[in-house]
């Protein structure tokens, strides 16, 4: 009916309408937008947007991965040793209790071992996209959104190694041999971080050399960003690990402040658009249907392990029990690992029991739908969301720093 051209225009323009509709007459965040009307033209709706048509957009869901998540880790806010070494063993424990919850309700539903430990690792990590999209929506500025944005880039690494080791596992070893997978896990692990440095190094150096030109900087980090997604690509690695890496090094090394203050995110908002209306369009209305009862309990499972591990650290984290109520909310977005699954669903339901595949693809619309708002909900608990207006909803803002 369309060609690819007509297709993306088509996508850029209905998210962008869908977006302000969801943001000035409902109070949504715009991300909910995008994934409503991704699902009404893909298989949940007119089907005008196939998997083929996902496919054919990876390139464009990559850079935006890359782009959104060097903004999250030059977003985590610098802060003294002690609290640093604090909010490290949060995370930690965010992803520990929480893994550890979901891979508990799965193993009792009957799952293997080792699948159980690949969908229980999915579910680690906070969205980037939607945490720093919304953010971006609602003007979050303050120290408990700089402790959101912490304890994503953590659990975000966290979810890499994890998925990382229980994909080899689970996909491309058996027996015998799962000791080889998890060194080959291993080294991509540590490749991830080599390449994460090296951008970080490019930056910095050519940032010295180049001075403080916005415009110049700005073609700096943008390259670097595109040439680590691409060599990630060609190392067969995850973007999620090398980018956010790139980003947070790149701040807490650079103490001259020869890196101009550009707001990156901003670049990422025609991707991000395309993003969340592919992955409306990969979903389907009809698996949530069915698995919703199991969707709802993996994401009170997995609610359930965040909130009790923040609050278990409120006191070392500066907060009270509401706060601690606030943070779990903010944490609920499904992470973007689970998000590049998305395009390529057919290995995944061939890999996986199709029941538990099911179950995660309806978690992760589930999550998708609930995850922005749950987000907005958090920053305006908080009382951090500076530009959320319900009458207006008034611009999409400056990327938060």
Same mark, same amino acid.
């Given at each position: ?13 209905? !998210? ?20 409503? #009307? ?6 949940? !709706? ?60 799965? @193993?009792?539903?009957? #799952? ?5 430990? #690949? ?24 120290? $408990? ?36 997978? +998890? ?25 010295? /050399? ?23 690509? +060609? ?66 499972? /997995? ?15 500066? @907060? ?21 699954? @998305? ?43 500076? /530009? @959320?207006? $319900? ?9 938060? /720093?």
């Amino acid at each position: 009916m369309f060609n690819s051209i007509q297709l993306f225009g088509l996508v850029l323009l209905g !998210g962008l309408a869908a977006g302000e509709v969801s943001r000035r007459f409902f109070a949504l965040p715009r991300t909910t937008g995008y994934v409503v #009307f991704g699902l009404f033209l893909g298989q949940s !709706g007119l089907q005008w947007i196939s998997l083929e048509h996902i496919e054919s957009a990876e390139l464009f869901i990559d850079l935006a991965l890359g782009l959104i998540l060097f903004e999250l880790g030059y977003s985590v806010p610098p802060v003294s040793a002690a609290e640093r070494k604090s909010r490290l063993w949060a995370g930690l424990s965010v992803s520990l209790v929480t893994g550890g919850a979901v891979f508990v309700v799965l @193993l009792a539903w009957g #799952f293997s071992l080792y699948s159980a430990l #690949f969908a229980a690792s999915l579910c680690l990590a906070t969205s980037p996209a939607i945490t720093i999209a919304t953010t971006s929506d609602v003007g979050a500025r303050g120290d $408990k959104t700089g402790l959101l944005f912490t304890l994503v880039a953590v659990t975000g690494c966290v979810a890499f190694v994890a998925v990382a080791w229980s994909n080899s596992v689970l996909f491309d070893y058996h027996g015998a041999q799962n000791l080889s997978a +998890a060194t080959v896990a291993s080294q991509k692990v540590f490749v991830s971080m080599l390449l994460g440095v090296a951008c970080a190094g490019l930056v910095l150096v050519g940032a010295e /050399r180049l001075g403080k030109h916005p415009e110049h900087q700005h073609l700096l980090i943008l390259g670097t960003i595109v040439l680590g997604v691409g060599t990630s690509i +060609a190392l067969e690695i995850s973007a999620l690990l090398p980018m956010l890496i790139f980003g947070y090094i790149t701040r807490v090394l650079d103490r001259e402040k020869h890196v101009a203050a550009i707001r990156i995110a901003s670049d990422a908002r025609i991707f991000l658009v395309i993003t969340f209306v592919l992955a409306g369009a990969a979903l389907d209305v009809a698996v949530l249907a069915k698995y919703w009862p199991q969707a709802l309990t993996l994401a009170l499972a /997995r609610f359930a392990g965040q909130f009790v591990a923040v609050y278990l650290h409120r006191h070392r984290l500066g @907060l009270s029990a509401g706060d601690s109520v606030n943070l779990a909310i903010g944490l609920q977005p499904m992470s973007s690992v689970a998000l590049v699954l @998305l395009f390529d669903i057919q290995e995944l339901n061939s890999s996986l029991d199709p029941a538990l595949a099911g179950t995660l693809l309806a978690t992760i619309l589930l999550m998708q739908l609930l995850g922005p708002f749950a987000t907005q909900v958090s920053i305006k608990g908080f009382g951090e969301a500076t /530009r @959320l207006n $319900k009458a207006t909803g008034t611009g999409d803002g400056a990327a938060v /720093r």
